[in-house]
């Protein structure tokens, strides 16, 4: 009997899978199928992680499993018996996951980029109007029970509309669009850098030579919504916040290792910068003693952009619309290519 495993019981109780989930799965399934629902709750935090004695057990042998990572321990159980054919994460994320082993052997792997789009560009969007409104600059008077409007009045003070300012997004995938969507909306003119070019009308795409420095350069407001790959780590270091507006607002919500983070305290502490808002960090959770938790011009949110009580549905109908994909001996949704990392 072919067997499914479905390992997404995250530990966290905003991100538990729908209690019908797994019956919907088994009815997608043709009879000679067993689906093993895993009881142990794991870690989506991140690109998600940890196993249990019941996974290794159920894995080896699998042809398709559905999870939140997938730590290299399961990954080899899992590859022992040569069945398994099919990873899906329930993360976008996907670096931790590239284990030599899974790059090198025929096993595709999907992912969930995609589901997250919606709330992370709201986030955005919360974080854009956070600095470009002066909200800062409120909460940190009203923490100290001032009526403070000078600040507001400064020539100086980097308050602003957002309609007319330049959105610049680095990375064009579906975080990507949906920022810029919103931006559109909202009388932004969105800008976007991408690898592979695309051109849909959603942002004016930066290309050729210095693009990165000529988006830099353009932008009130710079996205950071890049995969974590090799091209990508360490992509904004010290000479591109240089190239960076000095009223303009940077903002994370890709991964820690996109952003030189000496550099980026640097440019935050001299000035350099509007403001950051920072989802993501080289270290997680963040260390007590970053210089970030106390910079003024700092928003700091633990990784949680994309949290939302509609992950599952989207991600419900990614997995069911996969299946039935896969049974049918079709392409897949959300195919990562293992050797480029995303």
């Known amino acids: 009997m072919r067997r499914a495993v479905f390992n997404m019981r995250d530990e966290r109780p905003a991100w538990t899978p729908p209690a019908d ?4 799965l088994r009815d997608a399934l043709p009879p000679d199928w067993d689906l093993v629902d895993i009881a142990a ?24 499993y559905f999870g939140l990572g997938l730590p290299r321990d399961l990954l080899l159980a899992g590859m022992q018996s040569g069945s398994l054919r099919w990873i899906h994460t329930g993360a976008a994320g996907v670096a931790s996951l590239l284990h ?30 956070y600095f470009t409104r002066g909200l800062d ?34 990375g064009f995938g579906g975080i990507g669009r ?7 909306a909202l009388g932004m003119h969105p800008i976007a850098l991408r690898r592979t070019s695309t051109a849909d009308g959603a942002a004016e795409m930066i290309t050729g030579d ?52 000496p550099a980026l305290v640097s440019a ?34 633990p990784h949680v952009s994309a949290t939302t009580s509609r992950y599952w549905k989207r991600q419900a109908d990614l997995i069911l619309g996969n299946v039935r994909r896969y049974l049918a001996g079709e392409d897949l949704v959300n195919a990562v290519d293992t050797a480029a990392g995303y």
């Open 210 to 261: 210095d693009a990165l420095g000529r988006l830099l350069e353009r932008s009130d407001v710079v996205v950071l919504a890049v995969p974590a790959t090799p091209h990508t780590h360490g992509m904004i270091g010290a000479s591109e916040l240089g190239r960076m507006q000095r009223v303009a607002v940077l903002i994370n919500v890709a991964r820690g290792s996109v952003i030189d983070e």
């Open 178 to 184: 949906e920022v810029a969507r919103r931006g559109r």
């Open 268 to 301: 935050l502490h001299g000035g350099r910068l509007r403001g950051a808002g920072l989802d993501v960090f080289a270290t997680e959770p963040l260390s007590s003693s970053s210089p970030l938790w106390r910079l003024p011009n700092v928003l700091v949110t």
């Open 137 to 170: 600059y409120a909460v940190h008077a009203q923490q100290r029970s001032e009526w403070e409007t000078a600040v507001f009045e400064r020539s100086d003070s980097g308050v602003r509309e957002l309609a007319g300012l330049t959105l610049g997004i680095i």
């Open 21 to 24: 989930l797994p019956a919907r």
């Open 100 to 129: 030599p082993e899974l790059v090198e052997s025929d096993i595709v792997l999907t992912n969930s980029a995609g589901i997250h789009a919606e709330p992370i560009a709201e986030t955005v969007v919360a974080m854009m109007l």
């Open 41 to 64: 709750a794991v870690s989506g935090r991140g690109d998600g992680g940890g196993t249990s004695t019941e996974a290794m057990r159920a894995i080896d042998g699998a042809e398709i």
